[in-house]
């Protein structure tokens, strides 16, 4: 497992990183039982994955307090990295609806102190606005208290995930460009590559004194090959979202990679998963796992062995091409 630095925080972190939604939500096919979440975790945490990502919601809780159960005694030795900012507290979620957000420092104080309580823990490594919009982002009293947070060592550093869809790229930047944070979180993959980019350029002026955290780098499934145009989905899973005909058009798409794929004896999943760490601006992947074996996959491809700045660079004149030209030749 290779690491990097996390921002400008000094925190060596992971580049695989374990997103915990999957072990509290059933929102991607499979319902996981608490022995098997926390197997997985400490497999995770075997095969050199220290950053651990969640958010209060999650569950109502449920991830954050299976990190507590798996890493009892073992604090110092991983990264906590969880989110806030919807109302779970006085809401109900139904579906996958999407429930009030509360980002206000009275709430922000409220809801740090439960997270602490569920993580078992006096302090977390990084803690982020869950899906702000640009009122909250705008809000110079928010980030003020959060600053307090970091001085006094109730978070260690704090972060913006944007979402749920791709896009804010408003939001985003003015984030990166205005406000103390050490990380943002947003979509990225090798066929959804904006705003990823303008963030790039945005975190390069910074001098890469904030880290790009990567959601969704398998486009939903599409890039591991666990969907193709013939998947139905369940009633429950989010990937309902998905459009059939911009899964069928993303097959296509991932027909033009398989030249540089095959040129570096790798599968569709190690290109488009390597392609990402390829970009120095990234510090933490987060790919979706629901099992022991998908951790022994994404483990694997960390091991530094990434494209060269000619191959990212005939990807991305691809993707602006829409993946139009002509197969390329590695």
């Known amino acids: 497992m290779k690491y990097r630095n996390l921002g400008n925080t000094g925190m060596k972190v992971s580049e695989i990183g374990f997103g915990t939604w999957t072990l509290a939500l059933d929102w991607w096919g499979k319902k996981l039982e608490e022995d098997e979440s926390i197997k997985m975790l400490k497999h995770a945490y075997d095969l050199g994955i220290n950053f651990f990502e969640t958010a209060d919601m999650y569950g109502k809780g449920k991830s954050e307090k299976l990190l507590a159960k798996a890493f009892k005694d073992m604090r110092n030795e991983v990264i906590y990295s969880t989110k806030w900012g919807y ?114 350029n945005a975190v390069n002026k910074k001098h890469n004194s904030v880290g790009i955290m990567v959601r969704v780098p398998d486009a939903s499934g599409v890039l591991t090959g666990k969907v193709n145009e013939k998947t139905v989905f369940d009633k429950n899973d989010h990937r309902n979202n998905r459009k059939r005909e911009w899964i069928v058009q993303a097959m296509k798409k991932i027909e033009k990679l398989k030249p540089i794929a095959d040129a570096h004896g790798w599968n569709i999943t190690e290109i488009s998963m390597k392609y990402i760490l390829s970009q120095k601006e990234i510090s933490v992947l987060l790919p979706t796992v629901t099992s022991l074996e998908e951790i022994d996959l994404f483990a694997q491809i960390s091991d530094g062995n990434y494209l060269s700045e000619n191959e990212k660079n005939q990807i991305e004149k691809m993707y602006e091409n829409n993946f139009d030209e002509p197969k390329l030749v590695a």
């Open 87 to 200: 109302d779970m507290y006085g809401e109900r979620q139904v579906g996958h609806g999407e429930i009030p957000q509360k980002h206000n420092t009275e709430f922000l104080e409220y809801a740090l102190s439960e997270s602490l309580k569920r993580l078992e823990t006096d302090f977390v490594d990084v803690y982020s606005l869950h899906n702000p919009k640009m009122d909250a982002i705008e809000n110079d009293a928010l980030f003020n208290r959060l600053d307090e947070f970091v001085k006094t060592g109730e978070i260690k550093s704090h972060g913006v995930a944007l979402g749920p869809a791709i896009g804010w790229e408003k939001e985003g930047l003015y984030a990166i460009e205005n406000r103390n944070i050490v990380c943002l979180q947003t979509v990225y993959n090798i066929l959804e590559q904006d705003p990823g980019r303008v963030f790039f």
